[in-house]
Structures are given as structure tokens and as C-alpha cells.
């Protein structure tokens, strides 16, 4: 089966700049997560979509921050303004259920806030 | 909350020798355990799971890991390393009926020619 496709790979922007990052998971899969990297750190969960549904935004920074899941299906993640504290890899993964214990995850998109 | 602990964010072993990974949890409740692997420039991939089942758990690559309740531990062991094993490994815990994981800080395994 495919797995789960994050775009782009690599993004660089300045301060103030915005940016969005797209992710497909694998066809199916109802739950889907974006995590957060920051270099040195393990990834931190931002939001979690069940179908089209928001299930966990606790942790995303709501000001700048904005994800949707319109069909339930892909995902897009937006962050506007950027700071330079955003510089991070985002990690789209995806599971079949709620429940599943099994996430699949992308290759993330690597953002450089300049 | 769930959380866990990985002491040592570098491990360095010999070609050959044995790889201990050290990953300690905190969890009011029964948790589920996993290790993922990430490689250069890739996203995690999922090793192995401990959930409620066998307490020695086997994945792939050769690893394989113990749940000690007693110990509150979970940690990652593979008899002999290959150059290929070389990644950031990542413990993770999570509750039953909830998939969202919590991550360690990771481990960067270098292995010696």
C-alpha cells in the first residue's frame, strides 16, 4: 500500500512569512495526526482529525497555527505569521482507527524560519 | 499524564556488540509501549509494541523488548549491531483506546566500525 505523502519536503521562509504544508495518508485511514519536531526534541502532537472531525488541538498554537481535514481524507496545516521558534519537522501520520495503536508516518516537511 | 524517559541521548556501540536503549515510562494506567526508529531525512517507522500481551516483545531488525512493570521500563535491546542500525530511536507511550503518542526526547545510536 503507498503510504503516508507529505509536501514539500523542504521549506525556507522568513519571519512573519506563511506557509502551508499538504499530507495525503494511506487511503482508509480515518485518524490523522500532525506532530511536531523541533531539532533535538521528540515529536509533539498538534492535532489529531478523526475523519473530518478535530478529536485533540490542545497543543496547537491557535494564534498562528490552523489546520483541516475538509473531506476526511488530506490534511493541510498552515502557520501564519511564522516565528523563527516554528523551525521544525512536520510529521503527518495516519492510523485506521481510533484505537489501531498503529501510526504511519510521512517523511515530514522540514521548515526553515529564517 | 503519560510520559517517558530516554537516559542517553547518544549511545555508541561496536559492530557486533550488543545495543542497549534505555526507556523508562510514567502512566497512571496500564500503558501501551512502542519503539519507533527514525532514519536520516525519513519519518518514524514503528520497531516494535508492547500491549498488554507477552512482556518480551520482538520486532524487526532483530530488536526486541522487555515491558518490567516493576521497573517501570521498556527498553530496547538487539544482540548485534549492524552498521545499519545506525538512527535516532524514539520510545513512546500511550493509553488504551487512545493512539495519541507521547515521545521521548530520542536516542542517537552510532555504531563502530
Known amino acids: 500500500e503507498a503510504g503516508v505523502a507529505q509536501s514539500p519536503r523542504y521549506k525556507i521562509i522568513e519571519k512573519r512569512q506563511s506557509v502551508a504544508f499538504w499530507c495525503n495518508p494511506i487511503?482508509?485511514?480515518?485518524?490523522l495526526y500532525w506532530y511536531q519536531q523541533i531539532l533535538g526534541q521528540g515529536p509533539k502532537l498538534l492535532i489529531q482529525?478523526?475523519?473530518?472531525?478535530?478529536?485533540?488541538d490542545s497543543q496547537l498554537p491557535k494564534d498562528r497555527f490552523s489546520a483541516e481535514r475538509l473531506k476526511g481524507v488530506d490534511s493541510t496545516l498552515k502557520i501564519q505569521p511564522a516565528k523563527l521558534e516554528d523551525s521544525a519537522v512536520y510529521l503527518c501520520?495516519?492510523?485506521?482507527?481510533?484505537?489501531?495503536?498503529?501510526?504511519?508516518f510521512g517523511a515530514g516537511s522540514r521548515l526553515t524560519v529564517l | 499524564a503519560q510520559s517517558v524517559t530516554q537516559l542517553g541521548s547518544h549511545v555508541s556501540v561496536s559492530e557486533g556488540a550488543l545495543v542497549l536503549l534505555r526507556c523508562n515510562y510514567s502512566?497512571?494506567?496500564?500503558?501501551?509501549l512502542f519503539w519507533y526508529v527514525q532514519y536520516p531525512n525519513q519519518g518514524l517507522q514503528l520497531l516494535l509494541k508492547?500491549?498488554?500481551?507477552?512482556?518480551l516483545v520482538k520486532g524487526i531488525n532483530g530488536f526486541e523488548a522487555e515491558f518490567k512493570k516493576s521497573e517501570t521500563s521498556f527498553h530496547l535491546t538487539k544482540p548485534s549491531a549492524h552498521m545499519s542500525d545506525a538512527a535516532e530511536y524514539f520510545c513512546?507511550?500511550?493509553?488504551?483506546?487512545?493512539?495519541?503518542?507521547?515521545f521521548g526526547t530520542g536516542t542517537r545510536l552510532t555504531i563502530i566500525p
Open positions: 502512566s497512571s494506567v496500564p500503558p501501551y
Open positions: 508492547y500491549t498488554s500481551a507477552a512482556t
Open positions: 501520520a495516519s492510523s485506521a482507527f481510533r484505537g489501531a495503536n498503529v501510526l504511519t
Open positions: 513512546a507511550v500511550s493509553l488504551l483506546g487512545n493512539e495519541k503518542l507521547t
Open positions: 487511503s482508509g485511514h480515518a485518524t
Open positions: 482529525f478523526q475523519n473530518n472531525g478535530v478529536v485533540d
